[in-house]
């Protein structure tokens, strides 16, 4: 009965570590993608294979997406991004492209990670952006200065480009702040993500150290 009970309270740890692993990758939102051509982001164009799109830890209304080779060892490139919104989620990643010539890699637009109604917009170099707004026939966000870091990524002055190769003030051109219904409906699955992992840690504890008291009777 001790064996027994001992193996119960294992397998409970490890399904525990299964979970706390779940719910850490959703926070980075660390996801797959393959390119069957090349495409191009901001910054440079990726060759045609399967990368890992990541967010990095960052507040406001900006975003950094960091890109990762297919198994993680290798950064390729950071990019600075802001909140795009979708009227509903959906069950799987989406990326979404910018027109561009036939003859031009297509341009990542926006990456929505699965289950969440927001997503984020890639932001483009200034004379790229007015490339791709005026192939595309939409408004593009665009920073005015070269921001290699996540820590000059957070203040590079942003502008929108329209198609008619204008710069407008981006929080008039373009939505970055969702609708107040949107926002209630996420906070309590936010704000429920760390206490749950708290639970999850201290719950460990406890079986790790009831494997322990188990093991010292077993003797």
């Avoid at 060759?47 to 975003?63: I, K």
């Avoid at 991004?81 to 959906?90: D, F, K, S």
């Avoid at 890699?105 to 997503?119: D, E, I, L, S, T």
């Avoid at 929108?160 to 008039?172: L, M, Y």
Wanted: avoid cysteine.
């Amino acid at each position: 009965m001790k064996a027994i009970r001992a193996a119960l309270l294992l397998l409970g740890g490890i399904a525990l570590l299964g979970v706390m692993a779940a719910q850490a990758s959703t926070m980075d939102k660390a996801t797959k993608v393959t390119f069957s051509q090349p495409v191009e982001v901001p910054g440079m164009v990726l060759p045609a294979g399967t990368y890992t799109f990541t967010t990095h830890p960052s507040v406001g209304s900006r975003n950094i997406v960091q890109i990762f080779n297919e198994d993680k060892t290798k950064l390729v490139t950071t990019i600075l991004a802001i909140h795009n919104y979708r009227l509903e989620p959906t069950g799987e990643t989406v990326i979404e492209f910018a027109e561009r010539p036939a003859d031009r890699p297509q341009a990542v637009k926006a990456w929505f990670y699965p289950g969440f109604n927001h997503g984020v917009e890639f932001v483009y170099p200034k004379e790229k952006a007015l490339e791709i707004a005026a192939a595309s026939n939409e408004v593009v966000p665009a920073e005015t200065e070269l921001a290699t870091t996540p820590k000059e990524m957070q203040s590079v002055p942003l502008v929108a480009v329209t198609p008619e190769q204008k710069t407008e003030p981006i929080e008039q051109a373009i939505e970055t702040q969702a609708p107040q219904k949107e926002v209630a409906e996420e906070l309590p699955k936010t704000a429920s993500e760390m206490p749950l992992l708290a639970l999850l840690g201290v719950i460990g504890v406890v079986v790790g150290f009831g494997l322990k008291r188990i093991a010292v009777r077993a003797r």
